[in-house]
């Protein structure tokens, strides 16, 4: 997993949505965890504990779920509100601990953004999601 710069986004414009991303009622049902946001980039933690499926490793669903957070705050951590049109998943290797998806966007053209999520289990690569959002024009509630 690549290191990355801690970023505190307290008094900052990100602030806002970095908290309703992190009180949103499904991120704190699975524990997600923003640690690290801004324009067109997240880093967000998760721990494996109580989302396993019968075959004691972490549920898709869980790995899902915390690609997609990270890609709708780094789609939503600007000066654009953005809901996402596309989305694929590759689940590359099985995973029992603690989680972390980093978000990336690769494209823009003003309307359509595109973004790579990759989530790690310490250094080993468990799952790639790319996600394509639009940009709307009115707020996330």
């Given at each position: 997993?690549?290191?990355?710069?801690?970023?505190?986004?307290?008094?900052?414009?990100?602030?806002?949505?970095?908290?309703?991303?992190?009180?949103?009622?499904?991120?704190?049902?699975?524990?997600?965890?923003?640690?690290?946001?801004?324009?067109?980039y997240a880093r967000v933690i998760m721990d494996c504990t109580?989302?396993?499926?019968?075959?004691?490793?972490?549920?898709?669903?869980?790995?899902?779920?915390?690609?997609?957070?990270?890609?709708?705050?780094?789609?939503?951590?600007?000066a654009s509100t953005r809901v996402a049109v596309s989305i694929?998943?590759?689940?590359?290797?099985?995973?029992?601990?603690?989680?972390?998806?980093?978000?990336?966007?690769?494209?823009?053209?003003?309307?359509?953004?595109?973004?790579?999520?990759?989530?790690?289990?310490?250094?080993?690569?468990?799952?790639?999601?790319?996600?394509?959002?639009?940009?709307?024009?009115?707020?996330?509630?």
């Open positions: 997993m690549p290191a990355d710069q801690q970023t505190d986004c307290s008094g900052l414009p990100e602030a806002a949505p970095i908290s309703a991303f992190n009180q949103s009622e499904f991120a704190r049902l699975l524990g997600m965890q923003i640690t690290e946001a801004h324009d067109g109580g989302k396993k499926n019968p075959r004691g490793v972490a549920h898709g669903g869980a790995i899902f779920a915390l690609a997609d957070q990270a890609f709708g705050i780094a789609a939503n951590c600007g694929h998943i590759q689940y590359i290797a099985p995973a029992t601990g603690s989680l972390v998806a980093i978000a990336h966007r690769v494209a823009d053209n003003g309307n359509y953004s595109t973004f790579r999520v990759m989530v790690y289990e310490g250094e080993r690569i468990i799952a790639e999601f790319d996600g394509v959002a639009i940009q709307v024009n009115e707020p996330l509630h």
